[in-house]
T-cell receptor, first 112, second 113 residues
Framework: SQQGEEDPQALSIQEGENATMNCSYK?????LQWYRQNSGRGLVHLIL?????REKHSGRLRVTLDTSKKSSSLLITASRAADTASYFC????????????FGTGTQLKVEL | SQTIHQWPATLVQPVGSPLSLECTVE??????LYWYRQAAGRGLQLLFYSVGIGQISSEVPQNLSASRPQDRQFILSSKKLLLSDSGFYLC????????????FGSGTQLSVL
């Protein structure tokens, strides 16, 4: 079964607003990663947070991890139309070797 | 720098026909290689991964197979395509023995009619 899900499934905001996406998982992880996918293209790695970390920043991206709640969130601040894409979290599960388990993604639309 | 090439970008095949999708990686040695499938509007399902030449792990029973004839070449195949094989296929690589960052190809949109 899927190791958790992202929510919301879809999010529509105005340019300049912040976008928050959440990801939950069911078992312990080594790390959790966020990826971005433009329509019809491959995924691009955005940020990785390890199980012993609580927060990471990269430019306008902020990721938090709460291992007690088995959840993570991705915040995009001051969104732009170019941020329109699908965003996926991927979990490296403890004992899962070199594999990542992806969620179903959040479709973000940023309108002008 | 490392690059990953995946082709073709689009493919329309009749039911029952064979399939061969190829993926090659440049600029790195001994990568982990992966094939994922993405149904429309859905997440990614891991189909196969490989940690070395000739070493293939299958994640789900299906109509597909994978091979790794060379260190940086990963091939996805089928002898007879089914309608349910339609989807967006993505090849990816990561550093050997790493559970970290994946680098994805640009994908192949396969339509089986």
């Amino acid at each position: 079964s899927q190791q958790g899900e992202e929510d919301p499934q879809a999010l529509s905001i105005q340019e300049g607003e912040n976008a928050t996406m959440n990801c939950s998982y069911k078992t312990s992880i080594n790390n959790l990663q966020w990826y971005r996918q433009n329509s019809g293209r491959g995924l691009v790695h955005l940020i990785l947070i390890r199980s012993n970390e609580r927060e990471k920043h990269s430019g306008r991206l902020r990721v938090t991890l709460d291992t007690s709640k088995k959840s993570s969130s991705l915040l995009i601040t001051a969104s732009r139309a170019a941020d329109t894409a699908s965003y996926f979290c991927a979990k490296s599960l403890t004992g899962g070797g070199n594999k990542l388990t992806f969620g179903t993604g959040t479709q973000l639309k940023v309108e002008l | 720098s490392q690059t990953i090439h995946q082709w073709p970008a689009t493919l329309v095949q009749p039911v029952g026909s064979p399939l061969s999708l190829e993926c090659t990686v440049e600029g790195t040695s001994n990568p982990n290689l992966y094939w994922y499938r993405q149904a429309a509007g859905r997440g990614l399902q891991l189909l196969f991964y490989s940690v070395g030449i000739g070493q293939i792990s299958s994640e789900v029973p299906q109509n597909l197979s994978a091979s790794r004839p060379q260190d940086r070449q990963f091939i996805l195949s089928s002898k007879k395509l089914l309608l349910s094989d339609s989807g967006f296929y993505l090849c990816a690589w990561s550093v050997l023995a790493s559970n970290e960052k994946l680098f994805f190809g640009s994908g192949t949109q396969l339509s089986v009619l």
